[in-house]
C-alpha cells in the first residue's frame, strides 16, 4: 500500500481500522526502546513494514481486547485488518503520541528535546527544552511551545517545527495479505516471527 504516513497508521488503530489479533503475543516494549524508535523516525530511517491481514467478517472474535485501544468494530465495511507484524512497533508510537498511561507506564515521559535534536526520557526535571512527544502531534500544544521557543531561540524553535514535519509527514511501508483464510495466515505469522524471536509451543 502507498502514501500512508505515520498519523495515519496511528489513526487507523485508533478508529478501530486496525485490529490486534488474539494470536499476538502481549506488548512487552520498554520506553528506552520506544525512544530508539522515535529517534530512528527522525532521523529518516527506516523502522521495518507493517503486516495486516484484510480478515472477512467471520474472523470477527479473533479481536483481541487491549485496555487503551478502542474495542469498536470496524467502520470499513465488514472488513477487518489485523496486524500481523508491527504490533509492538503501532503500540508504542499510538501511546506516545497520545500521551497514553498504560500498566503503569507513564508515555508523556517520553519527550523531544528540540535543543538536543533528539527524543528522550529526562533524567533531572530540571533539563531545559524537554516537551512530552505528544505535543508534536496535538495542534494546540504544538503551537503554544512554539511561542514560547520562538521568545527563547529562533533555532530551537526551528528544530521544534521540523520535529512535527518529519513526523506527520513519515511515509511508512504497510502491506496487506487479502483473502488468505486462518490456516494461511498463521503460516505466514509464523514465518515472519521465527525469523526474530523463536515461536514456543504456545504461541504456535
Known amino acids: 500500500v502507498t502514501g500512508w504516513s505515520l498519523p495515519q497508521l496511528i489513526e487507523e488503530l485508533e478508529h478501530g481500522r486496525i485490529k490486534v ?29 507493517f503486516f495486516l491481514w484484510v480478515a472477512p467478517p467471520a474472523y470477527n472474535t479473533f479481536i483481541r481486547s487491549i485496555d487503551d485501544i478502542p474495542s469498536n468494530f470496524s ?14 512497533r503501532l503500540l508504542s508510537l499510538f501511546r506516545t503520541f497520545r500521551g497514553l498511561s498504560s500498566d503503569g507506564v507513564d508515555y508523556k515521559q517520553i519527550c523531544f528535546n528540540p535543543a538536543r535534536k533528539e527524543f528522550k526520557i529526562p533524567r533531572l526535571k530540571s533539563e531545559k527544552y524537554n516537551f512530552p512527544a505528544h505535543c508534536l502531534f496535538d495542534e494546540s500544544m504544538f503551537k503554544e511551545i512554539e511561542l514560547q521557543l520562538d521568545a527563547d531561540s529562533t533555532r530551537i524553535a526551528d528544530s521544534w517545527r ?27 505469522f509464523e514465518r515472519i516471527n521465527q525469523a526474530g524471536k523463536p515461536l514456543d509451543i504456545f504461541d504456535i
Request: aromatic residues 12%; negative net charge; proline residues 4%.
Open 162 to 188: 521540523q520535529a512535527r514535519k518529519l513526523m506527520l509527514e513519515y511515509p511508512v511501508s504497510v502491506v496487506k495479505t487479502m483473502n488468505y483464510e486462518i490456516d494461511d495466515v498463521v503460516e505466514i
Open 75 to 88: 467502520d470499513n465495511g465488514d472488513q477487518f485488518q489485523f496486524i500481523l507484524d508491527g504490533q509492538q
Open 21 to 49: 489479533p488474539m494470536f499476538q503475543r502481549d506488548y512487552q516494549w520498554e520506553k528506552t526502546k520506544i525512544v530508539l524508535l522515535l529517534n530512528s523516525i527522525y532521523l529518516q530511517y527506516p523502522i521495518g513494514t
